[in-house]
Structures are given as C-alpha cells and as structure tokens.
C-alpha cells in the first residue's frame, strides 16, 4: 500500500502557472485549468490581478468554477458584465497583459494548432479552431501555454495547421506581420517543465523541470530541438497553503481531479 | 503593398453597403407593429432553405434552442452557419441535416465538455463543408461592419496565420503607420435568431448579463427572430430605455418562450441542463443514437411545450433555477 | 386696427414639412423646428413615424419641446436611449429615412455651408462647423432643408465652405464621392416656397410657393438660377386641425412664437 | 486609386496602435485601487498645461463642469480640444483664456440658444486656432478606432466636402465593392474628464440616459477623470455589472460632486439651468463681461461648494429637479 502523493500533476502546473501572474496585471483566463490557476494567484501573491473572460466577464469574484467562458459565473459579482467587443477590443488596444491558451499541436516559436490535424481540405481530426485563441495569442502582451500531453507528436516541427501566432518564422516576424509590438508567447507548462523563448532566436527554451524530471526526457518529448541553457531551474513543490487553496477553490475536484 | 493581400477563405455573408441600404430600406419597417408570432411560424417564414444563419448567445450560453429544435422538425435543409462559437445548437443542426456548410471561428466542440462527436463525424466525412477559418474576435468585427453599414473592419488578429489565410480576410498597409493590417469583410447574415430575457411585442428588448457579440449581430443580420422568457409591456421598456440592447425597428418576430434556451444556460435564471448535455453528447456518438434523440425530443413532440415536459417539466426548471442561484436543491429533491 | 392672421410663417412651414415624411420610417430630427414638424405628422398622418436623435433618442414620447438633441426630453419614454455610435451607424446602414437640416448659405446642387463666411483660414464669422449636419446629409436617404431666410446671400453661386453635401458637382458627384448611393437632399423649405432636385440635372428646383408668393420673387431671392417647371403648385394652408395640433406641441409658443 | 487621397487637416490625437498600447500597458494600473481625489489635485494631475482635452456628455448635457471651473480657477493654458459639439464647456475655458487651439465638429455655438459671442470673437481674432474640421459622427468614431487599438475607422460620411478637405481623413478604395471610403485616423485624447450618474470609489461608472459619445470616448482617452453626482458601494457595481459603462481600469481619478454639471443637464436628475446660461451668453458678450463672471463664479469662490450657494444653492438645484421631473414650481417658489 503506497501513500497516496502530497499533490497531483494539476496541481503542480496550477502552481506553476499562477506564479507566473504578476499583482496589479491583468489576464485573459478560459474555464478549467486557467481560472483556477488566476483564483490561486489572486488568493496568494496576485490579489490584484484582474480577470477578465473573453466573452465578456471583467473581475469577478468567481463563486464555482465556471464550466463556459460565457457561463454567468465568469460575471459574478464582476465589475463589468460587457461583450466580446469589450473586451477583445481592450485587449488589442493594450490592456490585456496576459492570455492563457492551449493546444493541440505546438513548434518550436511558439505557434498553435487547435484547428485540423491532416489537411485543411480533408481533415483527418476537424479541431474546432481558433474560437478566440487567435485573438488572445495576437493581442494579449503575454501568452502562456499549458500543454499536459508534451510528446513528439505535440512538440513538432512543423504544424498541419498555424491557428494561432507564436513568434511566427522568428524574430521580428509577428511585428512584419501586423501584429501588435512586443506581444507574444511568454511560457509554456506541460507535464515535464516550463519553457520559455531566446530572446534572440524566438526559440523555444527550457527553464525548469518538474520535480524528478531529466533534461533528457523533456528533448525525447519533442520533435524538435528545444534549446537547453546552462542553468535550468526545478519547479518549486506547491506549498500546503498553496494546496490547501485550490482545494478550496475546486472542492469537487472538478479540474484537479478527485 | 499597394494591392491589398488577398486570403482564401470562401467569402459569404459580405453584401456590397449600398446594396444591403437599398435592401432595409425596402424591407425592414420602421413601425411599431405587434409581431408577436409562434416559432414554427417564425421559423418557416424567415428561415428558408439555403439561409446564412447565425445565432444570439454563446457557446451553451442563451441559446434559442425552441428555435433551434424547430428549424430540426421542419427538416430544414443546406443552411450554412456562421460558427461564432457554435457549439450545442451547430451540432444538433447538423445531426438534423439541416446545416451543409459552416465558416468557423469555434465549432464541432463543447468546451470543456469535449469534442462533437455528431459534428466532426459530418465535417470530417465531408457531409458538412467547412467554407473558411476565422477568430471569434473575427466575427464579432465582421458583424460591427455590418452594424456600421461599413464593408469593412480594421484588426490587429488573425495576422500572419493560416487562420487569416483560410478566412476573406484582405491585408493592406495602414497609410498611418505604414504596418500592414487585416480588414475583414462585412458579414450581414439573413437570419439571426435570438433568446432574450424580456422585450415588448414589438420587439424592444432587454439581455441581463454579458451581451457577448449580440449587439453587433443584431444589427447586422437582415431578419432577426427573438424568443424570449417574457413579454413585458411597452411602458417597461420606457421606464429606463437605456436598458434596450435591441431596438425595435431591428426585430422581424417576437415569440415568448419560456425556458427557450433550455438545455443551455440563460444568465441569472436558469443554468446548464448538464444531464441533457450529456445525454445528447451519448446519444449523438452513432447516427442511429442521434435520430433517436431527434424521435423523442423534436419529431416525438409537438412543440416546445412538450418537450419541456419530457425533459422534466417544471421541477427540472425549477433545479436549473436553483443552482443558478447557488442554492442546494430543495428539500423534496434532496429526498427523491 | 387689423385682424391677427390664422396662422404665421413658422406654422405654416411646419405644416408643409410635416407633410413630406410617410408613415412607417424614421426620421433623425433636431431640436426646435424639426421635432415640431416630426411632431405634427405622427399626430396628424403618420402616426408610425420613427423620431431619432443624433445623440441617441429613439421612439421618445416628447412631453415637451426639447432644448438640445441631447436633452432628456429626447429619450423620454422611448424605444431606447442609445448612443451616437448606434444611431449613426442605423443611419449609415441605410435604417434612417428622412433627415432635418438647417443652413447658412446653399448652392443650386442643395450643398450646404454651416462653417465660416469668409476664409477657412481667416474667417470673417466663425460658424459653429458641421456638427452632425454632415453625418445627416451623408448617410440618411432624404434630407430635408429649412431656410428661413432664403436670399440671394443665403441662395449662392459658390459656397464659402462646403460642409454638409448635396448633390456635389450634379448628377453621379455623390456616388463617385463614396457617399451612399441613391441618398441625397429631397426638399428645400424657405420662407417663399418648396424645393426639390431636377432628376436630370440635380439642380434646385421649385416644386410649390407658398400663398401669396409669385415665382419671380423667389427667383429674386436667389444668387443662381432655379429651375422653373412649367406647373408650380402653392402649398396648401394650414388647416385649423393642424394649428390646434401644432398650438398643443407647443403651448409656450417656443418654436411658433407667442 | 492605389494610394490613399491625403486631406489638410492636421492630424492631431493619433498614436501609432503600437506606441499607445506600450504608454497603456506602463501608464494604466489594472488594479482595484482607490482613486477618490479632489477636483485641484485630478486637475493638477491629469490636465498639464498643453493637453489635449476632451468633454464626457453632450452640447448642454451631463457636462463636468466642476472640472471645467477647476481648469480656469488653475489658469491652465495652451489646450487642444476636441470640439465633439463642444459648448458651454469650450467656450468658459476660451473666455478662460486656457483653449488655443480647437478641431471642430461643433463649436463656437450653443444650439437653439445661438452663437457664443465669447467663443467667435476668440477665433476670429486668431486668439484660438481651428485645427480642422470634422462631424460628430467623425469624432463618434475617431474614438472608436482609438477603444479598439486599431489605426483608423472606415466610415461613409464627410465624403466630397470641405469637411473632409480640412479633417485629417484620407480615402483609399475599398478593396472589396471598389468604391471610395474615408478612413478616419484614431484620436487619443490625453484626458478626457466625465460626469456620471454613479460610480464607485475605483471608479466603475453608471450613467443613465443616452451615453452619445462616452463609451468609445472613455476608452479612447489615455486618462480619464470621473465627477459623479454620487460614490456608491462596490457592492451596488457588482449587483447589476451589465449596468457599468465605464470598467475602473479606464478611471485615473473619482470625485464625488453633487450637482457637478450645473448649470448643464443631468439626464432624469436636474434640468438645464437656463437662466444662469443666459446670464453667460450675455456676460460673455464683453471680454470685461467675460472676466467678471469669471471673478465671481469662479475666481471669487474657492470652490464647486461655494459656487453652488452663489447660484443659488439647494433651492435652485430643487427647483432645476423638478422641471426635469416635468413638476410644476413648490408652492413655496410659486409664493416667492
């Protein structure tokens, strides 16, 4: 009979993920993983951190874990309950710091397929698109990916289809595009580590391992090479108070699992 | 770049400004005329065969599914529907046949609650055609074009992408800045069709909650049918006419319906049916489980009415009503 | 000592104007002559008239005359209390039928000038500029102009400024401009008579005078050339229906004088 | 016609989208903090000498006046405004001496109530400089574009005028019907100071009634001052959030002012005052007139408080509510 673990898998990125919010910033978050990991910032070191929901929910006080981003919950005792054009069009005018995405597919700068795997024409899997991942990776200052399922077949080197921007073929080449100056992926969380870009490549960087991760097994999960720095960090363990929180916050279980 | 870019994406919806001018003026009145009707009324009257449909709400949010159902039992056929998050009423559309084309921002998923196995099966067999790509972002500035009477709309999205490339989408040079830009066309669809709190019979209405994309798509579509919980007085509307997210002038049919958005959520009244969500998300996995779904739930019954009777009448609503409110359930719940 | 007459000017302009809007459209108004006008035609033939204001009233139960467009008596138990953005964009969109104007010069194309007499850059009186005339006179179908002074200084050859267009050059100036197709003015009031636009030639052209007005005098009190056709009517007088209407709209004598 | 037709308007207000989202994304907290101030220290703040200055409201409606008062009693000078119907407001602060250059849609008049002598003589002298000109519509959406990040706003107005020829518009074609369209480049105001109806202390705001230019305005604006006739809990903000028009994160400074559009309207709370209006107009007709009023209502009192005593206080304010009210005068008034 083994202990059961201090923590899951969840839990570890919702950590992850919540420190990388910084207090007094605003965010994008979609329902599941991305609400908790807000909720567990705005509860620790972020209580000023602004959510704001795509379709239209600007800083609730989330009372249950939303299941749609249009769901009521996500304007719950909000400051704004407002639209899409609300929100979308504060986020391209500069007020939207950060976006949380994920994805099916991802390359080596960062760009996302959540649309066709096989050809567009005649789709082996039909995805569901961009619904609003384009816009959050085109306008938000900073998007963070969270991807549980790293694997050669997620890591590639090249996309069946780019719904959404990374960094595009490189350096300068969202800004050669049109989009928005200095905006971005910023990290991306999977089961393995988080990464994030060479500021001179715009290439996909490792930056931490999670507990008992090797270096090894995070370039086997990849097609392509991730670059790996000198120094690479471990993810710190979440703490019993950081626990404690997100069980408060999803006491059913509902994304962390029972 | 003197010469716009152009993309790939089949563009549909987009009408010429002075075209679609001409076309509300000769068509839509601007009386105030009682336009009180039945669904199935509304549906045979400005939901013909081959429409471009979109629909009000988002995702499982505030969704006319009285309408929806009915456009089903009517056996409907070749619309194409503006997939800005479509999401429960796409799927059962194209599980009833009626939907043959589809321009997508978000469609053939339920969220959180997984993939369409009815959707991607018509997608990916090639029954169901996907005509373009496009962000949700992406509509709802299409739609303000078309609120506007502008052919396009100016965006920072989409740029660089294979979504831009598969979507109608045209990229110029800002002569401002000098950096390129998207404009997207206009997309004027001929039917939206609507579930709202409350209007007047003339179709004067109030939406609680976020408005999502529905203020610019009711001023886009050229018919609009309103369902709605409730309808109130003139002299309501009056009261704080700043409450009016869709003016009357707008609105072509008005059917009082309620709980007409059952099973997906109508903001601060009732939430999600979950249980029938999943339900269909079972039933719709084989054709075969799909069509019985349809049997019971649509052909099976006559209208809107019966089919709220059949998915638990007023007890479920008064549940749905309950954990909207984050209220346990009752007493006599808890005890059956 | 004399009789006091039945009606005056202002009544009796305010009757032909009434006249001129159908029942079942809408029509953007101003404050003063035009919503008295709009007023009497919904109680008189068009009691399914549409009154929009620029900045947002829709459908309003006017209890009494408003002083600004933006005065709370515009949305008074209306349809809606909207924005500009909404009813511009109606109006651009092709939803407005009929728009009010006033002005301080016009050409024989009904282009109009509200902006400076004299230079643009050295003005010899500074007008208060285009306000929402131009947005009218671009985007609804048919404008309606009352000039109270018609004259050869108001009637002129060639505008100090052209504000708020008309039919620009002549025929097709108005399409080949951008401006929406088939829109354009459609009357001209003036204390002497009614004026439309030659189909041909979109010209000014007179269509009715008012009693007591002979066709010379309203050639006199032109700077350029109007078109005469060979059948001119006169407008008709008030009827006592129409005074008691108007005198209830407007029991203070505000707009009608005392 | 590839390259876009250039007008001569000066271009003022437009930011690179790029640039403006770097100055928001430093400049702009997104944090609930509390931003209650006073009417001196906002102005002292947020209206340096040489700002670009744009009015909430309308005309005569729902002007900040306490703000507008506060602006001459702080002798700013070298504004730039934005006269989107600009007129009480523009011409107190022309008089002021602290306006010197304006762009007009609407200026220099006060609608029915006729022209401002004070406003005229300035500019006909070439005391104050019109920067160009535009429509309502034009400035409507000039602050569109701004609220949506985008470079420029397509729009089918001002077309083939003289307004056009001097606004700071440019036309290209439309690549989609071929036909010409203007493009009306964005328009940052650096301030922009409001009067709403409620708001709470981080400043998210309820405004009653129409909202004209506001909602775009508010977000087009890089900071943005709140009078309001009352601070109400958050609690009330959070009960109704579909009735917030202004989200707190805009809002750099809230300042409770009761009455703080006198002698303008507040829409369903007090009428024009127009009797102190006229008082103006016909001060205002003498440059000794002008500065007169200004020592009396402005520089004679050491703030909105004591202005509002010297106009006549509580009684004035009640009588002002209840012409709004559509009320016959009080007995008592009657009696006096």
Redesign the interface.
């Given at each position: 009979m083994t202990d059961k673990p201090r923590y899951n898998l969840t839990e570890l990125l919702a950590c992850v993920a919540a420190g990388l919010l910084e207090n007094g910033r605003s965010a994008f978050v979609g329902t599941g993983f991305p609400i908790l990991a807000a909720m567990l910032a705005q509860r620790t070191h972020a209580p000023g951190l602004l959510i704001i929901f795509e379709a239209g929910g600007i800083g609730p006080q989330v009372p249950a874990l939303p299941i749609s981003v249009g769901d009521s919950r996500t304007y719950y005792k909000a400051s704004a309950a407002s639209s899409m054009h609300e929100v979308m069009s504060a986020s391209q005018a500069g007020y939207v710091d950060y976006g949380f995405l994920g994805g099916a597919a991802m390359d080596c700068y960062g760009n996302v397929n959540t649309t066709v795997i096989g050809e567009w024409e005649h789709p082996k899997v039909r995805l569901p698109g961009s619904g609003g991942a384009n816009d959050v990776g085109s306008l938000t200052w900073r998007t963070i990916y969270v991807m549980r399922k790293q694997s050669p077949q997620t890591f590639v080197k090249k996309l069946d289809f780019l719904t959404t921007p990374g960094y595009l073929t490189g350096p300068g080449a969202r800004e050669a595009a049109g989009l928005p100056a200095g905006s971005g992926p910023y990290r991306v969380i999977t089961q393995l580590g988080v990464y994030g870009f060479d500021e001179a490549t715009k290439r996909l960087m490792l930056l931490a391992v999670h507990p008992g991760v090797s270096v090894d097994e995070v370039q086997a999960a990849s097609e392509f090479e991730i670059l790996i720095p000198e120094r690479v960090a471990v993810s710190p363990e979440p703490t019993d108070e950081q626990l404690r929180i997100l069980r408060e916050i999803d006491p059913q279980g509902l994304v962390i699992g029972k | 770049m003197?010469?716009?870019i152009e993309n790939l994406g089949e563009?549909i919806g987009?009408h010429?400004?002075?075209e679609?001018?001409?076309?509300?003026?000769e068509n839509?009145?601007?009386?105030?005329?009682d336009k009180r009707t039945t669904a199935a009324e509304a549906i045979r009257r400005f939901v013909p065969d081959g429409s471009l449909l979109a629909m009000g709400?988002?995702?499982?949010?505030?969704i006319p599914m009285a309408l929806v159902y009915e456009i089903i039992r009517q056996r409907k056929r070749n619309l194409t529907m503006f997939?800005k998050?479509a999401v429960h009423d796409i799927d059962l559309l194209i599980g009833g046949g009626c939907v043959s084309r589809v321009e997508?921002?978000?469609?053939?998923?339920h969220?959180?609650?997984g993939?369409s196995p009815c959707?991607?099966r018509a997608?990916?067999s090639?029954q169901v055609q996907?005509t373009g790509?496009?962000?949700?972002?992406?509509y709802?500035?299409r739609f303000?074009?078309?609120?506007?009477?502008?052919?396009?709309?100016?965006?920072?999205?989409?740029?660089?992408?294979?979504?831009l490339k598969?979507s109608s989408a045209?990229?110029?040079e800002?002569?401002?800045?000098g950096?390129?830009?998207?404009?997207l066309?206009a997309c004027y669809p001929d039917v939206a069709l609507f579930h709202v709190h409350r209007c007047d019979m003339?179709g004067?209405a109030q939406?609680?909650?976020?408005?999502?994309?529905?203020?610019?798509l009711a001023?886009a579509a050229r018919r609009l049918v309103l369902t709605t919980e409730e309808i109130i007085p003139?002299e309501e509307?009056?009261r704080?006419?700043?409450r009016?997210v869709i003016?009357?002038?707008l609105v072509d049919a008005v059917i009082e319906v309620p709980f007409g958005a059952h099973p997906t959520?109508m903001?601060?009244v009732y939430?999600?049916d979950?249980e029938h969500i999943a339900h269909w998300l079972e039933a719709s996995k084989t054709p075969e489980g799909t069509q019985k779904y349809f049997e019971e739930y649509v052909f099976g019954v006559p209208d809107f009415d019966a089919y709220l009777e059949k998915i638990g009448g007023k007890r479920r609503m008064e549940e749905l009503k309950r954990i909207?409110a984050?209220q346990p359930p009752s007493t006599e719940e808890a005890a059956l």
């Amino acid at each position: 009979m083994t202990d059961k673990p201090r923590y899951n898998l969840t839990e570890l990125l919702a950590c992850v993920a919540a420190g990388l919010l910084e207090n007094g910033r605003s965010a994008f978050v979609g329902t599941g993983f991305p609400i908790l990991a807000a909720m567990l910032a705005q509860r620790t070191h972020a209580p000023g951190l602004l959510i704001i929901f795509e379709a239209g929910g600007i800083g609730p006080q989330v009372p249950a874990l939303p299941i749609s981003v249009g769901d009521s919950r996500t304007y719950y005792k909000a400051s704004a309950a407002s639209s899409m054009h609300e929100v979308m069009s504060a986020s391209q005018a500069g007020y939207v710091d950060y976006g949380f995405l994920g994805g099916a597919a991802m390359d080596c700068y960062g760009n996302v397929n959540t649309t066709v795997i096989g050809e567009w024409e005649h789709p082996k899997v039909r995805l569901p698109g961009s619904g609003g991942a384009n816009d959050v990776g085109s306008l938000t200052w900073r998007t963070i990916y969270v991807m549980r399922k790293q694997s050669p077949q997620t890591f590639v080197k090249k996309l069946d289809f780019l719904t959404t921007p990374g960094y595009l073929t490189g350096p300068g080449a969202r800004e050669a595009a049109g989009l928005p100056a200095g905006s971005g992926p910023y990290r991306v969380i999977t089961q393995l580590g988080v990464y994030g870009f060479d500021e001179a490549t715009k290439r996909l960087m490792l930056l931490a391992v999670h507990p008992g991760v090797s270096v090894d097994e995070v370039q086997a999960a990849s097609e392509f090479e991730i670059l790996i720095p000198e120094r690479v960090a471990v993810s710190p363990e979440p703490t019993d108070e950081q626990l404690r929180i997100l069980r408060e916050i999803d006491p059913q279980g509902l994304v962390i699992g029972k | 770049m003197k010469d716009p870019i152009e993309n790939l994406g089949e563009l549909i919806g987009w009408h010429d400004p002075d075209e679609n001018r001409r076309w509300i003026r000769e068509n839509k009145t601007r009386a105030m005329v009682d336009k009180r009707t039945t669904a199935a009324e509304a549906i045979r009257r400005f939901v013909p065969d081959g429409s471009l449909l979109a629909m009000g709400g988002f995702g499982h949010i505030r969704i006319p599914m009285a309408l929806v159902y009915e456009i089903i039992r009517q056996r409907k056929r070749n619309l194409t529907m503006f997939g800005k998050t479509a999401v429960h009423d796409i799927d059962l559309l194209i599980g009833g046949g009626c939907v043959s084309r589809v321009e997508v921002a978000y469609a053939f998923g339920h969220e959180l609650r997984g993939l369409s196995p009815c959707g991607r099966r018509a997608v990916e067999s090639g029954q169901v055609q996907v005509t373009g790509e496009i962000s949700n972002a992406g509509y709802q500035w299409r739609f303000l074009a078309a609120a506007m009477g502008v052919p396009f709309m100016p965006v920072r999205t989409m740029l660089g992408t294979d979504t831009l490339k598969h979507s109608s989408a045209k990229v110029i040079e800002d002569p401002w800045s000098g950096k390129p830009i998207a404009l997207l066309p206009a997309c004027y669809p001929d039917v939206a069709l609507f579930h709202v709190h409350r209007c007047d019979m003339y179709g004067n209405a109030q939406i609680d909650g976020i408005t999502v994309e529905d203020f610019e798509l009711a001023r886009a579509a050229r018919r609009l049918v309103l369902t709605t919980e409730e309808i109130i007085p003139h002299e309501e509307i009056q009261r704080q006419p700043w409450r009016t997210v869709i003016p009357f002038y707008l609105v072509d049919a008005v059917i009082e319906v309620p709980f007409g958005a059952h099973p997906t959520e109508m903001p601060t009244v009732y939430y999600f049916d979950e249980e029938h969500i999943a339900h269909w998300l079972e039933a719709s996995k084989t054709p075969e489980g799909t069509q019985k779904y349809f049997e019971e739930y649509v052909f099976g019954v006559p209208d809107f009415d019966a089919y709220l009777e059949k998915i638990g009448g007023k007890r479920r609503m008064e549940e749905l009503k309950r954990i909207m409110a984050l209220q346990p359930p009752s007493t006599e719940e808890a005890a059956l």
